[in-house]
C-alpha cells in the first residue's frame, strides 16, 4: 500500500466527473486501501478518487476519532434526503489552508453504494457523516465546497491557493 499524491485546488482535474465503476476488480480492491491510507496520512475524514487524479466514483471516509471504523464506498448515491439543511463547517485535504468554512449541507440523508464485495448497500446518515459523504460525492461531480462560498470568500482562498502551489513549485525547482 501507497500514499497517493493530492492534487490541490485549483488543478483542472479536480473538475471532472469521475466514472461509474462496473467491475469491482484487484485493482479497485487495492485503489479503496491506498486511498484509506492516503486519507488517514493526510488526517482527513474523507477522500475522493477525484483528489488523487482518478477518475472513478469511489470515495473512503471514516470520521472517528480513534480512526478505527472506515467505509469504501462504491458508485455512492443519495436516494432520498430530508429537505432540512444546516451548517456544516468543512475543509478539504485538497484545499489545505487551515481554515474552516460553512456552508449547508443535508441533515439526513439515505444513500445506497457498493462495497468491495460488490454488495449493494443503504445507510443512512445525519450530521457529519452525512455531510462528509455529500462532501465527497460532489467531488465524484466535480464540485467543492468552496463552490457553495461567496465570490469574494472564493477569490480569497483562490489567493491563498495560489500562493500555496508556487511554494510547492518554488521548492521543487532548488531540489532540482
Ligand atoms: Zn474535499
Known amino acids: 500500500m501507497s500514499i497517493m499524491k493530492l492534487l490541490y485546488f485549483p488543478n483542472n482535474k479536480l473538475r471532472i466527473k469521475a466514472k461509474y465503476i462496473k467491475n469491482i476488480n484487484n485493482d479497485i480492491i487495492s485503489l479503496g486501501k491506498n486511498m484509506l491510507k492516503t486519507m488517514y496520512f493526510y488526517n482527513g475524514i474523507g477522500l475522493a478518487a477525484t483528489q488523487v487524479g482518478i477518475n472513478k466514483r469511489i470515495i473512503v471516509v471514516d470520521i472517528t476519532i480513534k480512526k478505527n471504523n ?30 474552516q468554512y460553512s ?54 482562498i483562490y489567493d491563498k491557493m495560489y500562493k500555496f502551489n508556487q511554494k510547492i513549485i518554488s521548492f521543487k525547482k532548488k531540489i532540482i
Open 70 to 99: 472506515p467505509l469504501i464506498l462504491i458508485n455512492p448515491e443519495i436516494i432520498k434526503f430530508d429537505k432540512l439543511k444546516i451548517n456544516s463547517k468543512e475543509g478539504c485535504l485538497s484545499i489545505p489552508i487551515k481554515q
Open 103 to 156: 456552508i449547508l449541507r443535508y441533515k439526513k440523508i439515505k444513500i445506497k453504494a457498493k462495497n468491495l464485495m460488490n454488495k449493494y448497500f443503504e445507510l443512512e446518515i445525519y450530521d457529519l457523516l452525512s455531510f462528509c459523504i455529500q462532501h465527497e460525492i460532489d467531488h465524484l461531480n466535480g464540485i467543492l465546497f468552496i463552490d457553495y462560498l461567496s465570490n469574494l470568500k472564493f477569490q480569497r
